[in-house]
């Protein structure tokens, strides 16, 4: 039987639900992913390759700071108290934020349904 999981969110970036937990605060879930960012680094200086998932759909929820995505080369900021979500077929990418940030991206159900979309460039020879 399932059982009730409360903790206080903690001071650092963690896996809060999700297949593995790397730790005694998330809650072990075959079916929900929630990651929860909290931080004042730049952890994202690169960007991502924008990505799609086949059968999950991905939210952000920004309490503080704000996240540049990209959507079909489309660029958005959401800021504090904002959210956005990405139904699965979205290609779609975390390209800048702005620390400090402090946020939660959840993702149902929980499989690994990551494809990465291929460049858009080609060579000229």
């Known amino acids: 039987m399932p059982q009730f999981h409360q903790r206080k ?12 937990p790397p730790n005694g605060v998330g809650f072990e879930s075959e079916k929900l992913w929630v990651w929860y960012n909290n931080t004042d ?12 998932h086949t059968v999950a759909d991905e939210c952000f929820i920004v309490l503080r700071g704000t996240l540049v995505v990209e959507v079909s080369g489309e660029r958005f900021e959401v800021g ?11 290609y ?11 946020m939660f991206a959840i ?11 291929e460049s858009q460039t080609k060579d000229c020879a």
Do not use: N
Request: some cysteine; overall charge negative.
């Open 9 to 20: 969110l903690p001071d650092f970036s963690t896996l809060l639900c999700g297949r593995t």
């Open 41 to 52: 680094k730049d952890w994202w200086s690169v960007g991502e390759t924008p990505h799609m």
């Open 107 to 117: 993702k149902s159900p929980s499989v690994k349904d990551k494809v990465y979309q």
């Open 80 to 90: 504090e108290r904002e959210f956005c979500c990405f139904p699965a077929g979205t």
């Open 92 to 102: 779609h990418a975390i390209v800048d934020i702005r620390p400090p940030v402090e």
